[in-house]
């Protein structure tokens, strides 16, 4: 981790079985120390949400 102050917010993340980690910092969370834990910018699980939840009637 860039910043060791940060390893505590991953650690939680991947004990607490937790599918993502949102930061608005990727550079803080490198993808190579995440141990295969997505980490998503609050734009991005924003996003991710509204694709899992839309509604398909509503598309029509």
Do not use: K, Y
Request: aromatic fraction near 4%; glycine fraction near 8%.
């Amino acid at each position: 981790m860039p910043d060791p102050g940060d390893a505590p917010f991953l650690e939680v993340a991947l004990v607490g079985g937790a599918n993502c980690l949102v930061t608005g910092s990727h550079i803080r969370f490198p993808v190579e120390q995440c141990l295969g834990l997505p980490v998503l910018s609050p734009s991005e699980l924003i996003a991710a949400w509204q694709r899992l939840h839309q509604d398909p009637a509503a598309a029509v």
